[in-house]
């Protein structure tokens, strides 16, 4: 059993930065592909990017590129996404999600296994 759990969302002003971690349990993190997904109001959820089990990979959503970075640390076992340039559309529910199919960097919710419990992130105009 993998469990997964979300840190460090707010609030915060337009162009400002954030930085979300989730912090795992479970012997086999190391192994796994991380996704961060995001969920807005009356929206569905959606990818916000995925990094390897090495982090020697990572893939972004158009519309995070180059704003927001996601990295690993397997020794803590913690996946971290940094979030700048932060814009009002960026407001959402964030979840990490972890891909145990050992096939690379899953984009869809079906790709991810264990999910956490998300972590809301507002930012203001």
Known sequence: ???LVESGGGLVQAGGSLRLSCATSG???STYAMGWFRQATGKEREFVGGISWSGGSTLYADSVKGR???SRD???KT???QMNSLKPKDTAV???AADIRQLGIGIRECDYYYWGQG???TVSS
């Open 74 to 76: 397997n020794a803590k």
């Open 27 to 29: 012997r086999t993190f």
């Open 94 to 96: 964030y979840y990490c």
């Open 119 to 121: 972590t809301q992130v």
């Open 79 to 81: 996946v971290y996404l």
């Open 1 to 3: 059993q993998v469990q």
């Open 68 to 70: 927001f970075t996601i």
